[in-house]
């Protein structure tokens, strides 16, 4: 493998990873699914993948500083 397709394919599981940041296993995990598998693989388990659920309605949680 030459150094410009490894550095191609590296490029392509971060652009994976980006892109799933946001999902339900997240960067990292997208990254190495990337890695593991081939980027193209991944984005399809990106495109199959559920988004992260956000708790909704919940009040901010206040944090006191005692100084």
């Keep these: 493998m030459t150094p410009e397709v490894a550095l191609a394919?590296?490029?392509?599981?971060?652009?994976?990873g980006v892109?799933?940041?946001n999902r339900r296993i997240g960067?990292?995990?997208?990254?190495?699914?990337s890695i593991i598998f081939t980027p193209v693989v991944s984005l399809l388990f990106l495109y199959f993948?559920?988004?992260r659920m956000v708790p909704t309605g919940a009040a901010p949680v206040k944090v006191s500083r005692r100084s």
Excluded: E, H, I, N
């Excluded at 394919?9 to 994976?16: D, Q, R, T």
């Excluded at 960067?27 to 699914?33: A, L, Q, R, S």
């Design 9 to 16: 394919y590296l490029a392509l599981s971060v652009v994976a």
């Design 19 to 21: 892109v799933g940041r």
């Design 27 to 33: 960067f990292w995990g997208f990254v190495f699914c």
């Design 49 to 51: 993948s559920t988004p």
